[in-house]
């Protein structure tokens, strides 16, 4: 139990482009989802914390109109980085939490051209 | 502001022995913390966790010691194997939140 996926799983877009990445809590339903940015070779860092049918809190430092994110069902929550940039290349993680425990996703490596 | 602290060593082990993975963390309101293995390309997987009223916490082949005095967190890994190879992270929640503050990681080599 406690499956979170994310879609897609790699994607590779042009330099202003907007990109949405998916996180999916598959057997449970989650109240709050946090998303992470993980750069190579680096540690996470939370990018912002989303809980159903409210607006995200932007960790300091995050772009809320760059990184916009969408929390509109208790199974679903989505990233948009818009106007990417090469420097948003990273491994983005989203995690599903119900308690106590975050269930992480597989990632979604963004790779901006 | 407080972070959870790991240095980056890279830890070789021979396959069989036992690893140690240290960790420092500084936040005194934290009282759960969590390893996690992650594999290259992939999210974090859980291991093993432990609350603050604790000091210790055993698993299948893996040990959490907690330190609350000096602040120190340990994963212990017995007989490691080579499917152990990854970067090992601790991380800190506090009781009054439920954001997960993430330490540097650590990448154990498992030699055959």
């Known amino acids: 139990g406690a499956v979170v996926s994310q879609h897609p799983s790699w994607v590779i877009c042009k330099s202003g482009t907007s990109v949405k990445i998916e996180c999916r809590s598959l057997?449970?339903?989650?109240?709050?989802m946090f998303w992470y940015r993980q750069f190579p070779k680096q540690s996470l860092m939370l990018m912002a914390t989303?809980?159903?049918?409210?607006?995200?809190?932007?960790e300091q430092g995050v772009e809320k109109d760059k990184f916009l994110i969408n929390h509109a069902s208790l199974t679903l929550s989505t990233l948009t980085v818009t106007s990417a940039h090469p420097e948003d290349s990273s491994f983005y993680i989203c995690?599903?939490?119900?308690?106590?425990?975050?269930?992480f996703g597989p990632g979604t490596r963004l790779t901006v051209t | 502001g407080e972070s959870v602290g790991l240095h980056l060593p890279t830890l070789s082990v021979q396959e069989g022995d036992n690893s140690i993975i240290n960790c420092a963390y500084s936040?005194?309101?934290?009282?759960?913390f969590i390893w996690y293995k992650q594999e290259s390309g992939k999210g974090p997987q859980f291991i093993i966790d432990i609350r603050s009223n604790m000091d210790k916490r055993q698993g299948q082949r893996v040990t959490v010691l907690l330190n609350k005095t000096v602040k120190h967190l340990s994963l212990q890994i017995a007989a490691t194997q080579p499917g152990d190879s990854a970067v090992y992270f601790c991380?800190?929640?506090?009781?009054?939140?439920?954001?997960?503050?993430f330490g540097g990681g650590t990448r154990v080599l498992v030699k055959p």
């Open positions: 991380a800190e929640k506090e009781a009054a939140g439920n954001k997960l503050t």
């Open positions: 936040n005194s309101a934290s009282d759960y």
């Open positions: 057997d449970f339903q989650a109240t709050t």
């Open positions: 995690s599903a939490s119900m308690g106590y425990e975050q269930y």
């Open positions: 989303s809980n159903e049918g409210s607006k995200a809190t932007y």
